[in-house]
């Protein structure tokens, strides 16, 4: 940390530096004499220097006196304040100090080089690198030590993070894999023996790297140049040209380089000191040898210098001294590691601009993770880097788009903003910055969030959220109207943390101890602090306390932070405690109203600062096993799921025996079972929904042991006797978020441990208040009437949808576990009729009971069956009335459900169709189906039970067909057909409704049934019925009927002249189109009548002449109809239908010369066209040509 500056130093003790530390462990290179090769190139002392076999231990001798000071000088001044402070520095202190001067951590390097961060369940809102920190307590391993010289790419110096691996995509890495990152690479070319020419002048470390050549390329040589100062890279450059944010991978190199192989590295003064020694001839040599070498670059600068230094009134000669690029930064320097603003600027701006495509989203949460490591690891440019993104989020032209056009912005991007905000609060709160520092952030947050632009806190929708520095109310007493309300954007709550402050005795000894606990002899004030059993408290606003915990843990202080995590969580108990007493006192009032008032108005889940989710990170963070990696050789894009391990908690009570996994877990039901209020807008109401599943999807990453089991057990107890201060208590408020996710999981966790519970659990969390009667007990004797439209009321649940299913996943999840328990799954079927009110979500739990009960290769579960076909006949009451377009694959699916279960409950469907059916789903696919030949092969009815089955079957299509003839007519008499009594009373209901509303197409469908079942007397009058309803206009030649029309005339042909004649001028009346009168008259004409051969009568064998009746009728009107038709497609011919028109002529003749004086009609018939029409002149000079 940089010196001077009022600092506002917060934590009691101070934490032990990184250097600080070091001190205390051995130093390898201890076993060189002192005038050995290594001492002479500076590399006594040196990190990695030590070439120990795996597992060997290292002599323990204490480093010297002269680099314990060392050590320490080279990582806190800068070498000008080293310089004044004393007048003659020996050159072995010199050495000893710029040796130490350069970065000693590979964690650091790998910092600057990658994206990649293996944040695990720490990135994200209360995020944060994980692994050890410099704060953490306990020696480190001994620097080096991982990797001697020479060891497997994969082996990092033990200084490398144990935090970083794989999280995001690799923007600046070159790929999304762990080869591809800049920090693995360099450690490639460093193993293949690509670094050469190292040189470290003072604080310059220069030297070339490389690349090896390819099919495509030839090997590349680069030069590196880096600058440091007090153990931080200040400057890079390399002959790459590299364009990222952090360093290249031949930086990289040179860097691991001087960290693994001090002594391998020549190392020189400072420049200026090498010149110092120097005489006038020697100077004068050195110069004129360095221009001869790089006459073409440097002789016009030298020149230049020349003239001023020889030009007495020159600026360069009213200064003393003289620049000296490798004597390391001045006193006034900032000191900090090399970051390249424009980089960071322009890579926010490409990915904001890509709008959340090609993974611009995940980059962009790789930069807010990178920023979280920096913080973890007390690096200044945490906040510098986030300041750099926030200008450019701030820049982003779509914030004034969706300013000006009135619309939110998206999901993505909201995520982004909120990320953003916590990341401000992070910085605001941390507990050892400079005051000054912190003034200036809030100037430039003040600054942000006064601009119209700047998103607001809640998704544009003004809900009004408690200040992060007030209190939670637990009353509903609502807030004023909306405009009254403060304007709250991403950044009020880190600049409401101007309030807070560290200072406080209590949080002192709280977090500054694991043995603080309540003193013998209290004063009053101090017995709020403290528990019955004396364990400090923390009373604070639960979601500011957590913003702390994250503060403490994103700085680097992990042990700070797990002691005001286990105090805040000895609270949030307390609270619980004092609300179930609460509730003691007013359970007979609540449960008789069966309503109440009472609410959190601010829920923890979906809360901006992530409560719970820090608390729950930074319990489990010091429980994890597998946290002690580098950049693994292993495909770096597989992460590995954690494992966990019981870690006592570190307290002053000696009875207590919990673990900081059971506190996690615990802490994480408290907050997932706290009854809040839905909050209003969308955003926010999906927010709700995604933090409860991350919080899930990292409870599930946990094995529950006997430990935990009983810290669950005892949760849900707590969480069902909570009355309206859990999710799950007996009487909740109507607008209360719904507990069906949460319970899921408890369900099936608690399951094989305590079944009575979990269902218990379970079916006490199936309720959707909201939907359902202000009352708890509301009438689901009609269950099928409610239906999933939320009353008018504001604000509206956008997220009801996903609740819902969610609901619908619960049940199907219970249905599935009490497989085979009869009263079980009656109590279930009961929640589900009672709560759930979509019929396709009931539909579907239908169909998964159907499928369970029904396993391919096992016997089929008849309880469970009998729960799929009781849901499938409430989904056909509710959606009998309405529109569903699922509706006919419902049916079927029922009727599929009732076979399986068997004959009686076919039989039943059918006898109480009218309640479940429509009468034409009723007969053409119930009954149907019900007296198919499959059903009876798959059920293996007897000869009785069939009768049954199409006894009901044919009451069935009598009653639908009475109620809908047009619909059911013809499906039936197919379903009568065998039974000739139930034929007969079909056939007439059809005839009784041929007069009535029944169509020509339905008649006709019907007729031909009967033709076709040998009835053609009966499919005549049918017929005859249909003729009587039909209008073919002259111009509908391609009308759907005409084949209906052609066979009813070949049908009355056939069965004799008689019943020709009474068709006929049915036909004649009905039908205007000449080609079908023709066609008709053709067909007539071919063959004799009577030839169908009913029985008591005879053909005459005889052709019908078109001179006599009834034919004589026919062809009058088809000629009429000819003629005119002629005249309508006269009147609006064009040309290029003349054509068309001549062959239309041609036909019309056929028709005209079958009478003995067709051709004088037709004759004439020409010429009163001509004369009619003679003003179109090609047209009649056509028909001229054909018909003369």
Not at 733 to 750: D, G, I, Q
């Amino acid at each position: 940390m940089a010196e001077g500056g009022e600092r506002e130093e917060l934590l009691s003790p101070s934490p032990v530096s990184p250097a600080k530390r070091l001190c205390s462990w051995p130093s390898p290179q201890a076993h060189h004499p002192r005038g050995s090769s290594g001492a002479a190139s500076g590399g006594v002392g040196g990190v990695g220097g030590c070439c120990l076999a795996p597992g060997a231990r290292p002599h323990l001798q204490p480093e010297s006196l002269l680099d314990c000071a060392a050590k320490t000088v080279a990582e806190k001044w800068a070498y000008e304040r080293v310089e004044e402070r004393f007048e003659r520095i020996p050159e072995p202190v010199q050495r000893r100090i710029v040796y130490w001067s350069f970065p000693r951590n590979e964690r650091e390097i790998c910092m600057y080089s990658s994206f990649q961060y293996r944040g695990g369940p720490g990135a994200g809102a209360a995020g944060g690198a994980a692994g050890a920190s410099p704060a953490e307590e306990g020696p480190p391993p001994p620097p080096g030590a991982a990797a001697p010289t020479g060891s497997a790419p994969g082996a990092a110096a033990a200084g490398a993070s144990p935090g970083l691996g794989t999280a995001a995509g690799a923007a600046g890495g070159g790929g999304g894999g762990g080869e591809g990152l800049p920090f693995r690479r360099g450690i490639r070319l460093l193993d293949s023996g690509s670094v050469e020419n190292v040189l470290q002048v003072g604080f310059h470390l220069s030297g070339t790297v490389t690349e090896a050549a390819t099919t495509s390329e030839p090997a590349v040589t680069y030069k590196v140049a880096i600058s440091f100062d007090r153990c931080k890279i200040t400057s890079v450059t390399c002959g790459c040209g590299n364009k990222d944010i952090f360093y290249c991978a031949h930086v990289v190199a040179l860097s691991l380089y001087r960290i693994r192989k001090p002594d391998q590295v020549k190392l020189r003064l400072p420049i200026s000191e090498t010149l110092f020694q120097m005489n006038r001839d020697q100077l004068q040599k050195f110069i004129q040898y360095l221009i001869t070498a790089h006459h073409t670059e440097v002789l016009p600068t030298a020149q230049k210098l020349a003239d001023e230094i020889l030009s007495s009134n020159s600026e360069i000669n009213q200064v003393n001294g003289a620049p000296d690029p490798t004597a390391g930064a001045s006193i006034d320097d900032e000191n900090c590691w090399h970051l390249d603003e424009e980089q960071v600027k322009e890579q926010v701006k490409l990915f904001l601009s890509q709008g959340g495509y090609y993974g611009s989203g995940k980059q962009l949460n790789s930069m807010f993770a990178k920023v979280r490591e920096m913080l973890r690891m007390r690096d200044s440019n945490g906040a510098r880097m986030l300041t750099l993104i926030t200008e450019q989020f701030m820049a982003d032209p779509r914030l004034t788009l969706w300013r000006q056009q009135g619309t939110s912005m998206t999901d993505k991007c909201r995520q982004l903003w909120d990320e953003l905000g916590a990341l401000w609060v992070c910085i605001i709160l941390n507990p050892h910055c400079k005051l000054e520092e912190k003034s200036c952030w809030l100037q430039q947050l003040q600054k942000w969030s006064d601009l119209d632009i700047c998103p607001l806190e809640d998704g544009n929708y003004g809900h009004e959220l408690p200040n992060i520095t007030n209190a939670l109310p637990q009353n509903a007493s609502h807030s004023p109207d909306s405009l009254s309300r403060p304007r709250r954007t991403v950044f009020t709550r880190a600049i409401e943390g101007r309030e807070l402050h560290w200072q406080d005795s209590h949080l002192q000894r709280i977090i500054s101890s694991d043995i603080y606990t309540a003193p013998a002899c209290q004063q009053e004030s101090e017995r709020l602090l403290f528990n019955s059993q004396g364990q400090p408290l923390w009373l604070e606003h639960v979601p500011t306390a957590c913003a702390r915990v994250d503060a403490l843990r994103s700085h680097g202080y992990p042990k700070e932070a797990l002691r005001l995590t286990v105090a805040i969580i000895n609270t949030l108990r307390l609270q619980q405690q004092r609300q179930l007493e609460i509730y003691k006192h007013q359970k007979k009032e609540l449960l008789q109203r069966g309503t109440t008032t009472i609410t959190n108005l601010e829920g923890w889940v979906g809360h901006p600062l992530d409560p719970i989710g820090c608390l729950f990170l930074t319990l489990t963070e010091a429980c994890r096993l597998n946290d002690d990696g580098y950049l693994e050789v292993s495909d770096m894009s597989e992460s590995r799921p954690p494992v966990y391990q019981h870690v006592p908690v570190a307290t002053g009570c000696p009875n207590s025996h919990e673990s900081y996994l059971s506190l996690a877990l615990e802490v994480a039901l408290m907050g997932m079972g706290q009854q809040r209020v839905m909050p209003e807008g969308l955003y926010a109401q999906d927010k709700v929904c995604r933090n409860e599943e991350q919080l899930l999807s990292r409870l599930q990453e946990l094995q529950l042991d006997d430990e935990l089991v009983q810290t669950l057990q005892k949760q849900c107890i707590l969480l069902l006797e909570g009355g309206p201060f859990s999710g799950l208590g007996e009487v909740i408020h109507r607008e209360s978020v719904p507990m069906h996710t949460f319970a899921k999981y408890l369900f099936s966790a608690l399951l094989p441990h305590d079944p009575d519970l979990s269902y218990k659990l379970a079916l006490r969390a199936m309720r959707l208040p909201v939907l359902e009667n202000s009352t708890s007990t509301g009438d689901s004797s009609h269950p099928h009437h409610m239906v999933s439209v939320v009353p008018s009321r504001y604000p509206r649940w956008f997220t009801l949808g996903h609740l819902e299913s969610q609901q619908c996943e619960l049940a199907s999840t219970m249905l599935t576990a009490a497989k085979g328990d009869t009263l079980r799954l009656r109590t279930i079927l009961e929640a589900i009729q009672k709560h759930i009110h979509s019929s396709s979500l009931i539909f579907k739990l239908a169909q998964d009971a159907f499928k369970i009960a029904t396993p391919t290769d096992s016997s089929t579960d008849s309880t469970l069956l009998n729960v799929a076909l009781e849901l499938g006949l409430q989904v056909m009451r509710m959606t009998l009335s309405t529109l569903n377009w699922r509706r006919r694959e419902m049916v079927r699916w029922l009727v599929t459900c009732a076979t399986e279960v068997g004959v009686r409950a076919l039989v039943s469907i059918l006898q109480s169709w009218y309640t479940l059916f429509t009468p034409t789903e009723a007969t053409s696919i119930v009954a149907a189906t019900a007296v198919s030949h499959t059903t009876i092969l798959r059920l293996s009815l007897d000869y009785p039970q069939r009768e049954e089955l199409a006894s009901c079957a044919r009451t069935l299509a009598l009653q639908c067909a009475m109620k809908d003839p047009q619909s059911c007519a013809l499906s039936a008499l197919t379903l009568c057909e065998k039974d000739h009594i139930a034929f007969e009373a079909a056939y007439q209901i059809a005839i009784d409704a041929a007069t009535g509303g029944m169509t020509h197409s339905q008649l006709f469908t019907i007729a031909r049934y009967m033709e076709l079942r040998g009835y053609p007397l009966r499919a005549f009058k049918l017929a005859s019925l249909a003729m009587s309803h039909l209008n073919l206009a002259y111009n509908q030649d391609t009308h759907p009927a005409i084949n209906d029309v052609l066979w009813a005339c070949a049908l009355s042909h056939s069965l004799g002249k008689n019943e020709l004649a009474a068709l006929i001028p049915l036909v004649v009346k009905s039908v205007h189109c000449a080609t079908v009168l023709s066609d008709i008259l053709r067909r007539c004409t071919v063959t004799a009548p009577g030839l169908a051969g009913i029985p008591g009568r005879r053909s005459s064998g005889k052709l019908m002449s078109t001179d006599k009746a009834p034919l004589r009728q026919l062809l009058d009107a088809t000629i009429n109809a000819y003629i005119n038709t002629t005249h309508s497609r006269l009147t609006h011919i064009s040309p290029r239908h003349y054509g068309e028109f001549i062959e239309f002529l041609s036909k019309a003749r056929e028709t005209f010369l079958l009478p003995q004086d067709g051709h004088l009609q037709f004759a004439q018939f020409i010429d009163n066209l001509k004369q009619i029409y003679k003003g179109k002149k090609k047209l009649m000079l056509l028909v001229r040509e054909r018909f003369g």
